[in-house]
């Protein structure tokens, strides 16, 4: 319903959780922007594969090697332990494929949260939702995401924590050696 939204000509619904009359864009969007979707779940891989553009996933272990595991032992280190509990609580209660998995992860030491070489699964610990990081020196990173790459991934969402800081080492250091290397 939402593509039918940007094609710019009035439509209605009456469905089941809502009713839309003569809803739509007054000019259609052109280029209509890009769907993504995210989620882990066999409901949500079928809706994914129906109507998005992008899918969007888990940090999936890819084939690398990695290391700086002091950041992520310092991350780990200033998270409040009762925070970290209640989190854990609160998350096991949700019906989320992904979700379930950074649960299950869960064993108190940042080496215990690597699902993969170079994949750390410790932000989950305290922020919801299917969250993993890429852990190791900027070439093992850039090494890793071209991984990714090489296994058909051609978009990647990436955050840091601190947010700011991350996004100037991503672009600074990482970036640069994904650069196509001239032949």
């Known amino acids: 319903m939402l593509r039918r939204s940007w094609a710019g000509t009035p439509f209605d619904h009456h469905g089941e959780h809502y009713h839309v009359e003569r809803g739509g864009?007054?000019?259609?969007?052109?280029?209509?922007p890009t769907l993504y979707f995210g989620g882990a779940s066999p409901a949500a891989e079928?809706?994914?594969?129906r109507h998005a553009?992008?899918?969007?996933?888990?940090?999936?272990?890819?084939?690398a090697v990695a290391e700086a595991w002091a950041v992520a032992d310092r991350l780990l280190a200033g998270m409040d332990p009762a925070r970290v509990e209640a989190a854990q609580r609160r998350f096991a209660r949700y019906d989320s494929v992904g979700q379930r998995r950074m649960v299950d992860l869960h064993a108190g030491s940042s080496r215990d949260l690597e699902i993969h070489p170079g994949l750390w699964a410790g932000v989950g610990l305290v922020r919801e939702g299917a969250?993993?990081?890429l852990v190791g020196s900027y070439a093992e990173v850039a090494a890793l995401l071209r991984q990714y790459a090489e296994g058909g991934v051609s978009e990647?969402?990436?955050?840091?924590?601190?947010?700011l800081e991350e996004a100037y080492r991503v672009g600074e250091y990482v970036l640069p050696r994904l650069a196509p290397v001239p032949g």
């Not at 864009?25 to 209509?32: G, I, S, W």
Request: hydrophobic fraction near 50%; proline fraction near 15%; aromatic fraction near 8%.
């Open 46 to 49: 079928q809706v994914a594969a």
């Open 53 to 63: 553009d992008v899918v969007l996933m888990w940090g999936e272990p890819p084939h």
């Open 131 to 133: 969250g993993t990081a």
């Open 156 to 163: 990647f969402v990436l955050s840091g924590w601190p947010h």
């Open 25 to 32: 864009l007054a000019r259609p969007l052109d280029p209509a």
